[in-house]
């Protein structure tokens, strides 16, 4: 392989849902430093080479990642400025990686608690010690293999158990069981996840759900909007989170024990935390070394002013971050949008617009009466085109789309607006969904 005289940002992996993230990492560190892009991605396909300036096919998941990644960047190791992990499946290995090319990133022994839901459970439960003294609460787990595994461990915690994949993110395969579930069946709806692990938790009984997110020393809480019932789906994500002064305390301290459990220091992280009403207690629902999906990222550049990605890629690079966040100024809000009834989503040729769909959702809206100085974007249709969607999504690929709002009105209730957009967004949407699925669904794809 020729050698060129570029520098390169590294980039290892990506979860799809992220492609617009990395687009604009990569604008970002050639405009700003003159650097290009090489992305690390297993089994790449076109859209990857079109996002990055160059591109390796190399799996995070697999055991020799490490010692081939070497191998194949064996030709650029004068030209890698910087690098970033930016997905779940690599944020061990993409550590290890970067550790062996003497490149900055947090420690990649620790990662493994960011990763496996089961390790960090263990971690916590080795701490317990120091831990509960800073009011945490650390739920009883194992790691289930068949319906016996299961059973016993409902009999042990009548007040309700978690059952959900060890390494999947996206709120994919999360089930809320209780005494009178139908477990065998618990069992089959995660299956498809055995291979990694499947861990069982005591219930959190604690109410409201926060995220503390955030990059380096810079942090924010973030408000989640979760379903109640067997499916506790994130339906929406509110910054900043409307708390008292002593909920953000508590919220700060356990989010970062949770970064010093996992070695987050300099890196991006997204724990999802829970407390209760009276603020005497919080605990981990799960730690993040990534930054936070559902663009809170984005959230956050309206309300605090400053980009997020953009620092991520100054820190790579070498640059230091502000000393402090701004204050925050107004409200913002990211809505996931769904269906009112069950049915095959299909989107007629001349109708696959997502912005045009929105737009009639609005137009809706704005007949209300309903008058806000808002900003509605970031609207995305997620990959549900063909598929059958859920009235009650089941995990956030049942959602048909999700869009971002912000409004300078700090005042504003976010949840009846949250509310009143989700309801338009159903009536517009109820045409395009069947019954029975239609042989020529994708063909306005194909062309």
Not at 60 to 66: A, E, K, Q
Not at 226 to 243: D, F, K, N
Not at 291 to 306: D, F, H, N
């Amino acid at each position: 392989m020729t050698q060129s005289s570029d520098s390169f940002l590294l980039i290892i992996d990506y979860n799809l849902s992220r492609i617009d993230d990395v687009v604009a990492m990569r604008r970002y560190a050639y405009e700003r430093y003159g650097i290009k892009t090489l992305l690390l991605r297993a089994n790449p396909e076109p859209h990857d080479y079109a996002i990055a300036d160059l591109v390796l096919a190399l799996d995070p998941r697999s055991s020799d990642f490490v010692t081939t990644g070497l191998k194949a960047l064996a030709p650029f190791l004068k030209q890698l400025r910087g690098g970033l992990v930016f997905s779940d499946n690599a944020v061990q290995s993409g550590a290890q990686l970067l550790e062996q090319l003497n490149l900055p990133v947090d420690d990649a022994t620790l990662a493994g608690g960011a990763f496996s839901k089961i390790l960090y459970r263990q971690i916590e439960a080795e701490y317990r010690s120091i831990l509960e003294p800073q009011d945490m609460f650390i739920p009883a787990h194992t790691t289930i293999h068949n319906a016996d595994e299961l059973i016993e461990f409902v009999r042990r915690y009548p007040g309700g158990v978690v059952l959900k994949p060890a390494c999947e993110g996206n709120n994919r395969g999360v089930v809320f069981l209780n005494a009178n579930a139908d477990l065998r069946q618990a069992l089959q709806e995660v299956e498809p996840y055995f291979s990694d692990g499947i861990i069982c938790e005591q219930v959190i009984p604690l109410q409201q759900e926060y995220s503390f997110d955030g990059l380096g020393h810079l942090c924010f809480t973030t408000e989640k909007c979760t379903a109640s019932g067997r499916y506790p789906v994130e339906t929406g994500q509110i910054l900043p989170a409307r708390l008292s002064q002593t909920q953000e305390h508590l919220l700060t301290r356990v989010g970062k024990l949770a970064n010093l459990l996992v070695g987050q220091c300099h890196g991006p992280f997204h724990n999802e935390i829970k407390i209760d009403t009276d603020a005497t207690q919080a605990a981990v629902v799960e730690p993040n070394r990534r930054p936070a999906g559902m663009k809170i990222w984005s959230l956050a550049e309206r309300v605090y002013g400053l980009n997020f990605y953009h620092l991520w890629v100054d820190r790579a690079l070498g640059q230091p971050l502000p000393k402090q966040l701004p204050a925050p100024q107004g409200i913002a809000a990211t809505i996931m949008l769904g269906s009112a009834h069950d049915g095959y989503l299909d989107l007629a040729a001349d109708e696959y617009e997502p912005e045009r769909l929105f737009k009639k959702a609005l137009d809706l809206y704005n007949k209300a009466g309903i008058n806000h100085e808002l900003e509605w974007f970031g609207f995305t249709l997620l990959p549900s085109l063909g598929n059958w969607v859920r009235a009650i999504p089941k995990d956030n690929g049942d959602f048909i789309a999700m869009v971002c709002v912000y409004s300078p009105n700090a005042e504003l209730d976010i949840l009846a607006l949250k509310t009143a957009i989700s309801d338009c967004w159903k009536q517009v949407i109820a045409p395009y969904l069947y019954q029975e699925k239609k042989q020529d669904v994708f063909s306005c794809l194909s062309k």
